[in-house]
């Protein structure tokens, strides 16, 4: 058997990793500023995780879910706390779709209504209702079923105005828009989405699977718009790599016995993770480092050749180039060993490096990138 070829990788074996530094099997080192799709927050291999894992592992490797698991409660009080939403309540599963998945679920089970609002050039993830969300046709399955979903531009308060109505059952949005190339909601257009779903019923449900985890600087990006979302899902930087997703839901929502379930989901060694990535986060203010690099970097971008646009905050950047940027990436990665991410608009490189990102490895990166473009504006 070998695997199934869904994506185009890098030849390239790693064989260790530490922080922001990668190590591969012929003895290269690499700067990673990607973290495999925002996925690693505190840094690769950070000691205290590593210690409260393997710890769990020796203890309680094994997993029953019709058990109570203590570590459940202590998670759920830890990112209430972290977050500011301490009365929410928390459901646990296994990733970015599968909380997307679930969180529609319940805001159906809710108010009883189908219909779903989301916007052009999102991404919520490949199961079934997250993928009928997703405006991306290069994922839709033919056997897709989003009759019930009415896509609008980002942005478009009076689209939103228009087509929300009784019968709208959620509206869907991402912190910030990741796959499609770092976009922002505007602020107050957040405030009347928030507003109109409070006056129709409807469930505000904020995606913040790459945005959230303290990447932007605030714990979730929905929150420099002071915004109370009914839903609000996460993942990725949750686990700092190992999979973990989750719904915070808001205290109104009525759990009932049955309604949602996982056989995974929240398991001993999930519940160790996420419990190390915050406490880490709180310890080592990751979350300020996340505002205070992001700046840094978005400064340091400014003026060199070949950007068109920087879109982003904290540590969630978008660099659209004037061309397409493989080219850019491929020699970003075998002439100067840095990892950069792309996304679905061709033309802009992602940069999601661990929160714990340095200046000195900031100013690695502006060093090759500005010798990448200037060398190939002058060629
Ligand atoms: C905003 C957002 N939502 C959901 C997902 C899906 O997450 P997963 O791949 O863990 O299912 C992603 C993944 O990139 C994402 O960026």
Not at 290 to 295: D, L, V
């Amino acid at each position: 058997m070998k695997p199934f070829e869904v994506y185009t990788l890098f030849d390239i074996e790693i064989s260790k990793a530490l922080g922001s530094t990668l190590w591969d099997d012929k003895g290269n080192t690499y700067l990673d500023l990607y973290g495999g799709h925002a996925v690693i927050s505190i840094g690769h291999s950070h000691p205290h995780y590593v210690a409260a894992l393997t710890a769990q592992l020796q203890n309680i490797g094994f997993y029953s879910n019709s058990i109570k698991i203590g570590l459940q409660n202590t998670l759920a009080e830890k990112l209430g706390k972290l977050s500011g939403y301490p009365d929410y309540q928390l459901f646990l599963c296994n990733s970015g779709a599968e909380a997307n998945e679930n969180a529609l679920k319940l805001a159906s089970f809710h108010n009883g209504r189908k219909k779903i609002i989301a916007f052009a050039a999102s991404f919520h993830g490949r199961t079934s209702l997250a993928v009928a969300a997703t405006d991306n046709p290069s994922i839709l399955a033919p056997i897709n079923e989003n009759d019930n979903v009415v896509f609008l531009p980002l942005n478009d308060i009076d689209g939103v105005e228009k087509a929300i109505d009784e019968h709208t059952c959620a509206v869907i949005i991402e912190g910030i828009q990741g796959v499609s190339g770092v976009r922002l909601p505007d602020v107050e257009f957040l405030e009347k989405v928030a507003s109109l779903c409070r006056d129709k019923g409807t469930l505000l449900i904020l995606d913040e699977v790459q945005s959230g985890y303290g990447r932007t600087g605030k714990f979730f990006a929905h929150q420099h718009a002071g915004i109370t979302p009914d839903i609000i899902t996460v993942a990725k930087g949750m686990g700092n790599g190992f999979p973990v997703g989750g719904v915070l839901i808001s205290p109104a929502i009525q759990a009932k016995k049955e309604m949602l379930g996982t056989t995974f989901g929240g398991s001993y060694l999930a519940c160790t993770a996420a419990i190390a990535v915050l406490e880490v986060i709180e310890k080592e203010n990751l979350m300020e480092n996340a505002r205070i690099m992001g700046s840094y970097l978005r400064e340091k971008l400014k003026g060199i050749p070949g950007i068109k646009e920087i879109r982003g905050q904290g540590l969630m950047v978008g660099i659209e180039l004037e061309e397409p940027c493989a080219p850019i990436r491929q020699k970003m990665l075998y002439q100067h060993f840095i990892f950069t991410g792309s996304a679905s608009n061709k033309n802009t490189i992602r940069i999601l490096p661990s929160l714990a990102i340095t200046k000195r490895e900031i100013d690695v990166f502006i060093a090759a990138f500005q010798n990448t473009l200037t060398s190939k504006v002058v060629a």
